[in-house]
């Protein structure tokens, strides 16, 4: 049955009614007071981890103690103690290099072989020559017999062949440029081949290096990265060893934290080397193509300095000289058949008589002019520079055809009798006291090799006057310019506090240290960076040991995730 307009307005009226009383209105405001604070529930649960997630994430390492050796290390290099300059009058060129960089050599040794440059006064001589040579031989060309059919074809055979010496004497000449720019391309590739074997050398030592995780002679820029990887991974390979040493030793209540701290460090230990065998493996590669591509290069360069050495180690055509020399006997024969001609002749006409007169005067000219510039070329034959002195050659400062410079040394020898030296600079001056005079150091770099390094003197350094200067005595098979990596001891201690080198924070005058210092809150530990002033008494390579407001055990910050100033909160490092 269908409800009336009325009836519905009433239950209409009636249902609003209800909505709108007392009963109704609390209930609904207690159903918003449950869902408010459900909500702030939720956000004080998540809190500690959305405020953990904008903390700087920070790595520790615990204050150790006991006994670190201290040591300077630098790098010097060796100098003679004497040595003589090898000078070579101005206007030589060099002909021939008889040493290399050191050799020894024995006084009176040949070192160089030299040339006198083309002067002016050559350069005319030679050039006058030629002028009356290509006049004497077009005068000598038109001399004509007439009459005498034997005698004729005997003079033409003879200009035939004269004809024929003179092409070949001018295109030998044309060809000196072609031989120039042969022996331009030899010293072209010579110097390349150099470089690449070096370059192949330092590839090759480099990859030796990397295959024995030893980057002690690695070079460098090479190495890229290898070198502090391999340090990082050593260094976790120590602490996950410390950390198991500590968990076998650990009674049965620590047992279980000494554990979790033992398989921290193994994840660290394992990270690290992962990264570096990856690392390792990638620059290897890189290495060995390149190592491949400077190989393939030098084959090249041998190969075309072997075809050049094999075209020019002895004589394939008549030289220049040698053809010049034929054209002039030549002429001489072609001059002494016309001259007996005309001698036989009975009748000769002026202009034969003339002819031959002009001849014979211009052949007495040619001769005084090839005279004047025979004694020109003798004077500049080679010359022998030969060594003063018994010594080693430390450096050759002169290529093959570079013309000499005055007062400039051609090559620097050593002299041995007077011994080696190696200079360390700006060292600090309170570890240089813990060095004594006739110390002997430590040489790094000297694998296979008796090298020596005596203290002969400790001065003050010009770079300041907390710097001193340790100079060395150095014995042994060395030479002048070689790089030697000293290691100077200067004694030991025992320390109560050691710090890895990666916590000591500020300047050199005013080092700390940031402390983690935890507090206890209803949501759990909170973490925090402390500043502790410290002093540093000792250090190596990899720790520093300190003084002041540190104890062992205490947890320094290594690294972090974004800066940290001292009193920022911070959070752990998920081990």
């Not at 060809?175 to 042969?182: L, S």
């Not at 690290?272 to 290897?284: H, I, L, P």
């Not at 031959?356 to 510039?373: G, I, P, V």
Request: some cysteine.
């Amino acid at each position: 049955m269908n409800e009336t307009k009325e009836v519905k307005d009433i239950l209409a009226e009636k249902d609003e009614k209800e909505k709108m009383s007392p009963a109704r209105r609390r209930e609904l405001i207690k159903t918003l007071i449950i869902i408010f604070l459900a909500i702030m529930l939720v956000l004080t649960f998540f809190s500690n981890t959305i405020m953990n997630r904008s903390l700087a994430e920070i790595s520790t390492e615990s204050v150790g103690s006991g006994k670190l050796i201290e040591r300077i290390r630098q790098t010097g290099y060796v100098e003679s103690n004497q040595s003589y300059e090898v000078m070579i009058d101005g206007n030589r060129t060099i002909e021939k290099i008889h040493v290399k960089s050191g050799q020894e050599v024995k006084k009176g040794d040949v070192l160089f072989t030299v040339n006198t440059v083309s002067n002016e006064a050559l350069d005319a001589a030679e050039e006058a020559l030629e002028t009356a040579k290509l006049s004497y031989e077009k005068n000598l060309l038109k001399v004509e017999p007439a009459d005498y059919t034997k005698d004729n074809q005997k003079i033409r055979n003879l200009r035939n062949e004269l004809n024929d010496l003179i092409n070949k004497r001018d295109a030998a000449k044309a060809n000196e440029g072609n031989v120039a720019a042969a022996k331009e391309a030899y010293r072209n590739n010579s110097a390349e081949l150099k470089k690449l074997e070096n370059e192949a050398a330092k590839l090759s030592s480099t990859i030796r290096c990397i295959d024995m995780d030893d980057y002690m002679e690695a070079d460098v820029e090479l190495a890229g990265d290898l070198t502090s990887l391999c340090a990082a991974w050593n260094s976790a390979e120590t602490a996950y060893q410390a950390a198991r040493e500590a968990f076998e030793k650990a009674e049965s209540d620590n047992a279980e934290r000494a554990k979790a701290e033992m398989e921290a460090k193994e994840a660290e230990r394992n990270t690290a080397k992962d990264t570096y065998d990856q690392s390792k493996k990638s620059v290897r590669d890189g290495l060995a193509s390149r190592m491949s591509e400077a190989n393939n290069r030098i084959d090249e360069l041998k190969a075309a300095i072997d075809e050049y050495n094999s075209e020019n180690g002895s004589e394939k055509s008549e030289s220049y000289d040698t053809l010049a020399e034929s054209v002039k006997a030549k002429q001489n024969e072609l001059e002494e058949a016309i001259i007996d001609l005309d001698k036989t002749k009975k009748t000769d006409s002026k202009t034969s008589q003339s002819e031959a007169l002009d001849l014979q005067a211009e052949k007495k000219a040619l001769d005084k002019l090839q005279e004047k510039y025979d004694k020109l070329k003798t004077e500049s034959e080679s010359t022998e520079i030969k060594s003063k002195y018994d010594g080693v050659v430390s450096s050759i400062n002169v290529k093959l055809d570079d013309k000499a410079t005055e007062g400039v040394a051609a090559a620097v020898i050593d002299i041995i009798s007077e011994g080696f030296t190696v200079t360390l600079d700006g060292l600090d001056a309170e570890k240089v006291k813990k060095v004594k005079v006739g110390s002997e150091a430590d040489i790094t770099n000297s694998y296979g090799s008796d090298i020596t390094a005596v203290l002969k003197e400790i001065k003050n350094s010009s770079a300041g006057a907390r710097k001193k200067m340790l100079i060395y005595t150095i014995s042994g098979e060395v030479n002048s310019g070689d790089r030697l990596d000293l290691s100077v001891p200067c004694g030991s201690g025992t320390y109560d506090a050691i710090i890895p080198r990666s916590a000591l924070c500020g300047p050199a005058t005013e080092p700390y240290v940031l402390m983690v210092s935890s507090k206890n809150t209803p949501l759990g530990n909170r973490y925090y960076a402390e500043k502790v002033s410290v002093n540093v008494e000792a250090e190596d390579e990899i720790s520093y040991a300190v003084s002041g407001g540190l104890n062992r055990g205490d947890y320094v910050i290594t690294a972090a995730s974004k800066l940290v100033e001292p009193g920022d909160q911070v959070r752990m490092k998920d081990k």
